[in-house]
């Protein structure tokens, strides 16, 4: 899970596909082509429901979705983005966006210690 304030007010729930998920359990790296890396994005909203049975502010829920991200690993494919291929959807649409899609791997190369992962497992 990771949570975004800043302009963004967001929630992501990060998931791996099995060789994914593989490779974090052993704390492989590089991780191996064939990985699969997704982020679903959503609103991060206050919950009036929730807060209701509290009685105070302090849930916050998932709201609209927003996009889904996906990294996938081909080392040979993507050899001149680390390895990765960066892949950005909106309604169901892949974006043709080209600045932003040059950033993707602009930004996440400052993650080279973790092969350009950011995000930590969760066990
Ligand atoms: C300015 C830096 C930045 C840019 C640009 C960026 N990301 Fe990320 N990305 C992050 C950070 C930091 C995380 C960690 C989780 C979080 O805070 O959302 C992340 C998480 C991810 C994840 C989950 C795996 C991981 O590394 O944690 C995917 C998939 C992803 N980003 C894809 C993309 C795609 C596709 C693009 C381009 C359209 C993109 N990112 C652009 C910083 C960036």
């Keep these: 899970m990771a949570h975004e304030e800043g302009d963004l007010h967001s929630f992501a729930a990060v998931l ?3 060789v994914a998920i593989k490779a974090y359990r052993e704390g492989k790296l590089l991780f191996p082509d064939g990985t699969i890396i997704a982020a679903l994005h959503y609103r991060h909203v206050p919950s009036g429901e929730n807060n209701k049975v509290f009685g105070r502010d302090q849930s916050f829920v998932a709201g609209s979705p927003t996009n889904i991200q996906f990294m996938i690993k081909d080392s040979k494919k993507y050899a001149a ?3 990765w291929g960066f892949g950005h959807f909106q309604d169901g649409k892949p974006s043709t966006d080209e600045a932003m899609m040059k950033a993707c791997f602009a930004c ?3 993650m080279k210690a973790r092969d350009l992962v950011f995000t930590r497992y969760a066990p």
Excluded: A, E, K, L
């Design 108 to 110: 996440h190369q400052q």
């Design 81 to 83: 983005t680390g390895g």
């Design 16 to 18: 791996g596909n099995d």
